[in-house]
């Protein structure tokens, strides 16, 4: 779950500590009081000038420091939270389907408001979180739909997306990969989710999205954008929420 695909550090995990498992559930809250002051780093040794950028950013990022607080696994999860409580669509019972889900925040919060059952994917391996399948596997492999339709055991009510490619660093290229996930996550939810279901995607603002949009709109009732706060003020990333699919 990347917030910028020119970011070079993937799905922006909490990498100030060795990752662990929860030792206490999330607890809500707000980001009032947090963000004091401003932390710089220096570039060290064996650190790049980039990856000194990316610590200090993280350090001084109040979702960073909320979502540590709270037991999330990623800021990301903030933006989950945001998009639920404008579209509710993670209500008690729900099943869903979370494509490229490490480190598994996302999972964390669809756990926390309810669904039944949650599986997810992605290529980096992700800690256990009870009431979840997961999977550590390349979503774009054609094997992988069915295996995650297996263990869902059934169609899904909601099927999320927040796919990013590792950046090359070539913006065309890169921008290619995006939307080539992007399209990939719409047909896997047209081709499973339940009538009345929801899909729930990151797409760029700019980015070449007109003919899922179009696929979209014929099968969803709604189809809206929405761009969390908890997104960084830098990052072009905005939300497509389609609901109530047609079948």
């Not at 980039?50 to 696994?73: C, F, H, I, T």
Request: charged share 25%; aromatic share 6%.
């Amino acid at each position: 779950m990347n917030d910028n695909p020119d970011d070079p550090t993937p799905n922006d995990p909490i990498k100030e500590e060795p990752r662990r498992k929860m030792v206490k559930p999330p607890t809500g809250g707000n980001l009032s009081g947090r963000h004091k002051g401003h932390t710089a780093v220096k570039t060290a040794r064996f650190r790049t000038q980039s990856s000194a950028k990316w610590l200090e950013r993280q350090l001084n990022d109040p979702y960073v420091q909320q979502a540590k607080a709270e037991g999330w696994r990623s800021r990301a999860a903030f933006k989950l939270i945001e998009l639920d409580e404008r579209f509710h669509f993670l209500k008690k019972g729900v099943r869903v389907v979370d494509l490229g889900c490490a480190p598994g925040g996302w999972v964390q919060v669809a756990i926390k408001r309810g669904a039944a059952h949650v599986v997810g994917v992605d290529l980096l391996p992700v800690d256990p979180v009870p009431g979840a399948d997961l999977l550590e596997a390349d979503f774009t492999d054609p094997a992988i739909g069915p295996k995650l339709m297996e263990l869902m055991g059934g169609k899904p009510d909601v099927v999320l997306s927040d796919l990013a490619h590792n950046t090359v660093g070539h913006k065309q290229t890169d921008h290619l990969k995006i939307m080539g996930l992007l399209e990939m996550a719409g047909d896997f939810a047209l081709d499973n989710l339940k009538p009345g279901g929801t899909f729930v995607a990151k797409a760029f603002q700019g980015g070449e999205t007109e003919q899922l949009l179009l696929k979209l709109k014929h099968t969803f009732d709604t189809v809206k954008h929405f761009k969390p706060k908890s997104s960084r003020a830098g990052s072009t990333e905005i939300y497509i929420v389609a609901q109530n699919f047609r079948g």
